[in-house]
Every structure is written in structure tokens, then in C-alpha cells.
């Protein structure tokens, strides 16, 4: 089993950087690739990003590109999410996902989930 614990949400204004952590542990030499994927009140959970860990690749939603970046630090099994210029529609509970293959858009396709962490972009 994997668990990922995620850190650093909070209340930034508009325009603001906040940088979000998920920190993995367990079975971790199964996770090829991790994501953020991010609900808002009354919304689905949506894709923000994803990255494969060892080769790299990175992909972002539409909304979200040339805002947010996606990392990680192999040897802190940490990914990371640094967000710039946030908008008060960024607002919403993050969450980081881990699955042992190439990275994908859908949740569906992710096996392992964090607990959550509240971003709130004030106007």
C-alpha cells in the first residue's frame, strides 16, 4: 500500500503562489506516476496536473498551464505543486494521486488518494 499525505493549502489572494506538498510512503517504489487533481464546492473533481516520476513528463489542464508547476523530489518521495498567479477560481480541496503506470487525466485510473487539502483565493 501507498499513503500520500498531503500539505501546504491555505487563504492567499488573487494573484497570490501557494506551493502544495504530498509526501508518499509505503509501497512507494510502485508509484510510476502522481497528480493533483482539485473539487470545488459543488463541482467534480477535476484534473489540475500530472507528472511520471522518474521520466519526467508533465501535464497540465488547460486552465492551469503556464500558472501552476508540477515536481518531485524522488528522493523525498515528495511531488510538489507550486501555483502562481492563482484566481479566485483555482478555489478549491486539492488532492494528490499516485497509480503504478504512465500518467493519466482521469481519476478513475489513479489507485491511490490523499486526504485533501484546502486552497481558498480570495477576490
Known amino acids: 500500500q501507498v499513503q500520500l499525505v498531503e500539505s501546504g493549502g491555505g487563504l492567499v489572494q488573487a494573484g497570490g503562489s501557494l506551493r502544495l506538498s504530498c509526501a508518499a510512503s509505503g509501497r512507494t517504489f510502485s508509484l510510476y506516476s502522481m497528480g493533483w487533481f482539485r473539487q470545488a464546492p459543488g463541482k467534480e473533481r477535476e484534473f489540475v496536473a500530472a507528472?511520471?516520476?522518474?521520466?519526467?513528463?508533465?501535464y497540465y489542464a488547460d486552465s492551469v498551464k503556464g500558472r501552476f508547476t508540477i515536481s518531485t523530489d524522488n528522493a523525498e518521495n515528495t511531488m510538489y505543486l507550486q501555483m502562481n498567479g492563482l484566481k479566485p477560481e483555482d478555489t478549491a480541496v486539492y488532492y494528490c494521486?499516485?497509480?503504478?503506470?504512465?500518467?493519466?487525466?482521469?481519476?478513475?485510473?489513479?489507485?491511490?488518494w490523499g486526504q485533501g487539502t484546502q486552497v481558498t483565493v480570495s477576490s
Open positions: 494521486a499516485g497509480r503504478s503506470g504512465p500518467p493519466r487525466f482521469l481519476q478513475r485510473e489513479y489507485s491511490y
Open positions: 507528472i511520471a516520476r522518474t521520466t519526467g513528463p508533465t
